[in-house]
């Protein structure tokens, strides 16, 4: 028997290689596309077989993950933003490291101090003190309560006497519903004196409401009549809505919100990231 012969199959079209194939992100399809259970893609050899819909859950996984981590730092508001503040820390936030844009050395890094008044605002610290760090926050924001508890504290404590703390109100009411009453009764146990010791039970606590309000009170020994009259009363409720308009009005739409001599920083940032600044600050590194 005479011997086969090899079929040799020649290569197609050497003078034109095809180019190589980039990966690309297909659109999310409608509902009935992804009922549908494509073929998979059979590749030869050193390759893999995977079916379009493990791409789509992965797709999905990711930007879950993604959406996660920028909540990590704030809550926001669902309303849209509309002012300078808003649009100088998103760009801030995508070409910069820890406030301080990062711009070519023959070129000064640009600050905006912004004019917050702190007056009829709670406050903590010397009023003489050199770094005014002015919060606007809320009450039932869970990152403002991981700043509390991770960063306020430890922050006070690494400049003692140097720091003035001023908080002020931004209860997020469309996603927070309970934040304005407990804004409502930190400022009531302020009428007697205890806005500060008020205020750390408000943020360490795991839930809000009115008997949670009361048993603070309580607990703090203030006069109850006196207290449920001022809920009842709603005293606050106006200087608070001030607060808000006037947060609303500078552009922030996210809680926690700090301003550091003017200096805009937002998210509950970590301890490093203020104490870089505030060194900044305090070593006159950050022009006036």
């Not at 996984?61 to 649009?87: E, H, N, Q, R, W």
């Not at 409502?184 to 205890?194: K, N, R, S, W, Y």
């Not at 996210?254 to 505030?278: C, E, H, R, W, Y």
Request: some cysteine.
């Amino acid at each position: 028997m005479p011997p086969r012969k090899k079929k040799i199959i020649e290569p197609a079209n050497e003078q034109a290689p095809e180019p190589a194939i980039e990966p690309v992100i297909e659109p999310v399809m409608d509902l009935e596309e992804l009922s549908e259970d494509p073929q998979p893609i059979a590749i030869q050899e050193d390759t893999v077989t995977f079916k379009r819909s493990h791409l789509y859950a992965v797709l999905t996984v990711l930007a879950f993950a993604a959406g996660i981590l920028l909540g990590y730092v704030v809550c926001k508001m669902d309303s849209p933003a509309g002012t300078t503040l808003i649009a100088q820390t998103a760009s801030q936030s995508a070409s910069s490291k820890n406030g301080v844009s990062e711009v070519p050395h023959n070129q000064q890094p640009q600050y905006t101090r912004y004019d917050i008044p702190t007056e009829n605002s709670y406050s903590l610290g010397p009023a003489d003190a050199p770094i005014t760090i002015v919060e606007f926050s809320d009450y039932e924001c869970p990152f403002c309560r991981r700043w509390h508890a991770e960063v306020y504290k430890p922050l006070l404590a690494a400049y003692p006497g140097k720091i003035r703390l001023v908080y002020r109100n931004l209860p997020l009411t469309s996603i927070h519903p309970d934040a304005l009453a407990a804004a409502e009764a930190a400022m009531c146990a302020g009428e007697q004196d205890v806005y500060w010791k008020y205020h750390d039970k408000l943020f360490s606590s795991e839930s809000l409401g009115n008997s949670v309000y009361l048993q603070y009170a309580q607990d703090l020994g203030l006069n109850m009549n006196t207290f449920k009259a001022c809920l009842s009363d709603h005293k606050y409720q106006k200087a608070i809505e001030t607060d808000s308009d006037f947060a609303i009005n500078l552009g922030i739409r996210s809680t926690p919100t700090f301003f550091i001599n003017g200096l805009a920083m937002v998210g509950a940032q970590p301890l490093d990231v203020f104490k870089q600044v505030i060194d900044k600050e305090l070593a006159g590194e950050i022009p006036k």
